[in-house]
């Protein structure tokens, strides 16, 4: 009986690929996201071969931005953030101000590009990758030092103001692409949509904290008496599914925003850790997808193209955040190992620059050719962390230590 293969084919293909050169890239001590990525650039549209399902592939990398963004909220931690907001909370927005203040500039007079899509290029460079930085915090048993408290309350802050960014990037592109933008009554509509949409986001985020605080723990432990793994591990994804639907299709959020607050829900639950262990499986499988998804996006040609421009690009990623982050811990008195660590750490970008890059596709904020830079500036600045690791030892007097590959965690 004839049928349609096309997300078999896409689960298959995009898994193997994923597998097989994910390893590779752990063999090569790099960060397996690399092989993921490089994984979807096999199975883009760019390159000779099998080409996935496209169309197949946004909706899976869709799940697996809220799985994503449901694990950052379940483990986003408020106590952790506090003991270093000192640092992390001013350092995080320095930095993000500088690299997209550097991507503006750069792209306004350097690349020729218009404003806004020259700021948003800048705003995508800003935040460093969760993944990337954990494994490397792990790799160098820093996690519970006090340099890798510091680096993930940074990260925090970092991922917080993206989930703020995703709200707020559709409603300021609206208002950007007003046909008369110097009619009053145009600008005043615009302003009552984007005032009408923040209101129903808090109203949301009011109704979640307030009744879903209550709600989803009885829930959780109505399901746990149960006594079925089964049945929680399907409890955990229908809540952070559904939500993040209610949220896009009741409030008008973006599905993002909802399963981050449904997993900050449930952080703080009794039930919270054990909700993370189950729901974890699921996440990385599609976190993987959205990552080869992202790599299908990719155009390898723009390395040959425009290599100046993507040399510039890594060079705000790399270099431009990096002393940004030594400007600010300079400023807090940080030692010069420590605050060696923490530039190091923070010199790549990865998932929240894949979703804003997305975004910015999608409203045709961003060109074609720019989000190439962006993905461009990812992989090459992922491929190199280890090597900035390397320096930051070396600058700092301290022996590196050994490599030791770990199991990564997604998200």
Request: cysteine-free; proline content about 5%; overall charge neutral.
């Amino acid at each position: 009986m004839p049928h349609d293969d096309s997300l078999i084919l896409m689960l298959v293909g995009g898994f193997v690929l994923a597998f097989v050169l994910g390893m590779l890239a752990l063999r090569l001590k790099l960060s397996p996201l690399v092989g993921y990525l490089v994984a979807g650039i096999v199975a883009g549209p760019f390159t000779p071969g099998w080409v996935a399902d496209s169309s197949l592939a946004m909706q899976l990398a869709e799940i697996g931005v809220i799985l994503l963004m449901f694990g950052v909220g379940l483990h986003f931690s408020p106590k952790d953030l506090l003991q270093v907001r000192k640092v992390a909370l001013p350092g995080a927005v320095f930095q993000i101000l500088a690299a997209t203040a550097l991507g503006w500039g750069v792209g306004r007079f350097f690349m020729g590009l218009g404003d806004a899509e020259a700021a948003l290029m800048g705003f995508s460079l800003s935040v460093a990758s969760t993944v990337v930085l954990l494994r490397a915090l792990e790799e160098r048993k820093e996690v519970k030092t006090e340099t890798g408290r510091i680096a993930v309350g940074w990260l925090i802050v970092e991922d917080l103001v993206m989930v703020v960014a995703l709200v707020l990037i559709p409603l300021l592109a609206t208002a950007g692409a007003s046909p008369a933008p110097g009619a009053a009554s145009d600008w005043g509509a615009i302003g009552l949509k984007i005032g009408g949409t923040l209101l129903s986001i808090a109203v949301f985020v009011a109704f979640m904290l307030v009744v879903g605080g209550r709600v989803l723990p009885w829930v959780l432990v109505r399901i746990a008496h149960t006594r079925s793994r089964e049945l929680f591990t399907l409890g955990v994804l229908a809540i952070s599914l559904g939500i993040a639907y209610v949220a896009y299709a009741v409030f008008g959020a973006s599905f993002a925003l909802g399963a981050f607050i449904a997993g900050l829900v449930l952080n703080g639950t009794p039930l919270g850790h054990n909700a993370a262990e189950r729901a974890l499986p699921l996440r990385d499988a599609f976190a993987v997808l959205f990552f080869v998804s992202v790599g299908m996006l990719f155009d390898p040609r723009v390395l040959v193209e425009q290599p100046l421009a993507v040399a510039a690009v890594v060079a705000i990623i790399v270099l431009g955040k990096a002393l940004a982050a030594l400007a600010i811990t300079s400023v807090f008195r940080l030692e010069r190992t420590p605050a060696l660590m923490i530039a190091a750490s923070l010199a790549q970008i990865g998932e929240f620059s894949f979703i804003l890059a997305g975004v910015g596709l999608k409203l045709e904020v961003l060109s074609r050719g720019t989000h190439d830079l962006i993905l461009a500036g990812a992989l090459i600045s992922i491929v190199l962390n280890p090597f900035v690791f390397k320096l930051a030892d070396k600058l700092s007097g301290k022996p590196p230590k050994p490599p030791q590959p770990a199991a990564e965690p997604i998200g």
